[in-house]
């Protein structure tokens, strides 16, 4: 895991420029695409706020939250060219992925302080030597901005409780090394609070560990979490590459959200409010 863990460091640095630049190719459809993040360097302090979402402008049901989850596009280009939809593609809004003492996910019930949570599945396909690439992103409506900080808290817990865990009947994450950043840190220019977690898949019964990465964003009560499960095949430059773009699409869904909470946040129903156009970087 040594080989590729530093990929990571190099592709949340790349995120902070990612602002700059774009991320998604700019063919057909480009003009969806999320604006560009706020002027963003190397340096956080001279960031003068990060993405967020004031509470009161966030769904404040369950049935508002649903209707913000599913109405928030993500698209697959989002995390590089060549990705689309994976199938079974969404998930059940009213369960979220929960860690068991017994170090297995399982998707269960929303908890009482949770509103909606749903999980997009994309892929990449194989392409030749090179094994797929498994990548999904889950936004989690929170009651409150203080019921997300302790989600935070509780992921970043989880790989210190389980530095093995098992995602499903054939699939496990392993030797993972988790990471948060706060704002108020000066060491994060993209959200309120950031985790990162990187390890090794492994699938039972097949030879050889691939890269693991997850990121997480918190934005007010809401948190965007993604996660991309390597192909067999990949140079570290290539494997470098997936995690760059991934953590990409991720900064691009928080800033759809951060704009949307802008330009007046949810309506009546929960659905995000019309796009008004935003300043660019070079526009303050």
Not at 65 to 89: H, N, S
Not at 98 to 106: A, K, Q, Y
């Amino acid at each position: 895991m040594a080989a590729w863990r530093p990929a990571l460091v190099t592709a949340a640095g790349a995120l902070l420029l990612a602002g700059c630049t774009g991320g998604a190719d700019d063919g057909a459809g480009a003009e969806k695409k999320p604006k560009s993040a706020p002027s963003a360097s190397p340096s956080p302090t001279e960031v003068s706020e990060p993405y967020t979402l004031a509470e009161e402008r966030a769904p404040k049901t369950r049935a508002e939250a649903v209707a913000y989850v599913r109405d928030l596009d993500v698209r697959p280009d989002y995390f590089g060219t060549g990705y689309r939809k994976r199938q079974p593609f969404e998930s059940d809004p009213a369960e979220w992925a929960v860690l068991g003492t017994d170090c297995l996910w399982r998707r269960e019930p929303l908890a009482d302080t949770v509103l909606a949570s749903l999980t997009r599945a994309f892929e990449l396909p194989k392409q030749g030597a090179k094994g797929p690439v498994h990548v999904s992103l889950t936004v989690t409506v929170h009651e409150n901005a203080v019921a997300a900080r302790r989600d935070m808290a509780g992921s970043l817990e989880s790989a210190l409780r389980c530095p093995e865990q098992r995602l499903n009947a054939t699939e496990r994450v392993r030797d993972l090394y988790s990471q948060a950043n706060a704002y108020a840190d000066e060491r994060n220019a993209i959200s309120d609070d950031d985790l990162s977690e990187a390890g090794e898949w492994v699938v039972d019964g097949q030879r050889g560990a691939y890269p693991f990465d997850w990121y997480k964003f918190r934005l007010g009560p809401v948190t965007v979490a993604a996660t991309a499960r390597h192909g067999a095949g990949r140079t570290e430059a290539e494997d470098s590459a997936v995690t760059s773009d991934m953590i990409q699409g991720l900064g691009f869904v928080a800033a759809e959200i951060h704009r949307q909470g802008e330009a007046g946040g949810s309506d009546g129903s929960g659905a995000p409010s019309a796009p008004t156009e935003t300043k660019g970087a070079g526009d303050e």
